[in-house]
């Protein structure tokens, strides 16, 4: 397999473990749910964004490069990530923070801080503007000789997507071992690249399980769209051609208000996955996602018999979206 032969940074110890949830699941009345915790990768407090960041950064030291500069909202946890691993490999990280109100360090904005990260406000919520900011950014490190990379939101494209070609294969070694079979692969969507990356996977290396985005931040028409760019860089940088993806699985409908927003299934969710499994779910991602995944397996979407794998993608400092009305609505 090509993406055995591009270059990563070794981080953390694969595969990440799947684990069956064995009090929601009759809870549910579903099928069998099943979790790969990639929440408990460790570097930098984890995630799904050190998978990416472990190509992405590598491709940076192979060019040489002296500063990245990345972009997210004042919550990212893609730019906390980014931040922490930098210090670890001793690259100086600037970050283009999106969103135009006065914040607090706290959560991941604050950990950027601990990670000795340059923070920029760059004061617009509009994330199509950034790009810009950012190429200057990077112009002006040049006039100063430094070599600057550029990481684009979510650490999408052809690059930061191997990160989840390479989880949809270690997701396959692992239904192997353990003689079982998904019929859905059900994770949270924001940027597309980890979408992008695991449909990469199926459609090189083969599979059944159906790939399932729960968007948290964009509407579908624009998501797909993104998530298929992904999919053909990833297909480029593998240089492989001839390969053309089908339809992808993305549902909108549970985005509710807004990014970062919680819905009351979201919290739904979160309450539930911590009083049947002890396990933490943020209100951004993961809550979200599986309270959508909730939402599909009481539309009998699944069959009883079904085993569906859910990926916790981390998220944790974003508890602090968490408001006060939030938290009574769960403890009430
Ligand atoms: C915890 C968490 N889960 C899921 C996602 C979504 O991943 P992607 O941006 O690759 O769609 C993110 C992205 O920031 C994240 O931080």
Known sequence: ??????????????????????NLSPHLGGPNIYMKRDDLIGEALGG????KLEYLLADALS?????IITTGGPQSNHCRITAGICAKIGLKCVLV???AGKYEYEGNLMLDRIFG????FSGTRDFDAIPAIMEKTAEEFRKKGQRPYIIPLGGANGIGALGYLEAYLEIQKQMKAAKIQFSSITIANGSGGTQAGLETGKLISGGDA???????????????GIVFKDIYETLGVLGISGKKPGGINVFDEYIGK???????LTLEAIKLMGRKEGIVLDPVYTGKAFGGLMDLIGKKKFSKKDNVLFIHTGGYPGMVNMRAEHVSAIVK
Do not use: C, H, Q, W
Not at 48 to 51: G, H, L
Not at 63 to 67: G, P, R, T
């Open 1 to 22: 397999m090509r993406v055995r032969k591009i270059k990563k940074l070794g981080l953390f110890e694969k595969p990440t473990r799947i684990e069956f949830l064995e």
């Open 48 to 51: 799904n964004k050190v998978r």
């Open 97 to 99: 923070i999106g969103g």
């Open 63 to 67: 060019k040489n490069a002296d500063v």
């Open 210 to 224: 159906d790939i399932i985005g729960i968007s948290v931040l964009f509407k579908k028409a624009k998501i797909a």
């Open 117 to 120: 990260a340059e923070v920029i």
């Open 258 to 264: 807004g990014y970062a927003i919680p819905t009351p």
